[in-house]
């Protein structure tokens, strides 16, 4: 038998076995990329009340309005708590669930708008470019 020939068959071997090798890594990171993606689809996002949804104007300003003034109470006893003594832990976790109140008022009234989760997406994506534009996206 001819050496070059075995020399090629053992390259042709070693390189098949990298590839299979590639292959299983490749396989692995795409699992991970599933499993992440699912993750992400399983992201919390703000789920609109349908109780008032046949509020008028007046009802929906009256409870933006209520939610929002409760925000502001809580982010003043967070900024008294951090004031007096850095201890304001608790308040701030009750200051972001009232933020998130707001939120939620605020996509409620959206859907009672006629605004799906697709366009109150897409009326983000103006929000947010507009705001990008304004420079309002800073270093952290």
């Known amino acids: 038998m ?3 020939w075995v020399h090629m068959a053992e390259s042709i071997i070693v390189e098949a076995k990298e590839i299979q090798s590639r292959i299983i890594q490749l396989e692995a990171e795409n699992e991970e990329l599933r499993r992440e993606n699912k993750r992400m689809g399983e ?3 703000p789920q ?3 109780r008032f949804r046949n509020a008028g104007t007046v ?3 009256a409870k933006l ?3 929002t003034n409760e925000a502001i109470q809580e982010a003043v006893k967070v ?3 951090a004031e007096v003594d850095g201890n304001f832990h608790d308040a ?5 669930e009232e933020l998130t ?3 939620t008022v605020c996509v409620s009234w959206l859907h009672a708008l006629g605004y799906d989760e697709y366009l109150r997406g897409e009326v983000q994506k103006r929000v947010n470019e507009k705001n990008r534009e304004r420079g309002y996206f800073g270093i952290d």
Request: aromatic share 4%.
């Open 65 to 67: 309005n209520e939610e």
């Open 59 to 61: 009802e929906w300003i």
């Open 79 to 81: 900024s008294r708590l």
């Open 101 to 103: 109140d707001v939120i």
């Open 2 to 4: 001819d050496l070059t």
């Open 48 to 50: 609109p009340c349908t």
């Open 92 to 96: 701030e976790v009750d200051l972001a």
């Open 43 to 45: 992201v919390i996002k």
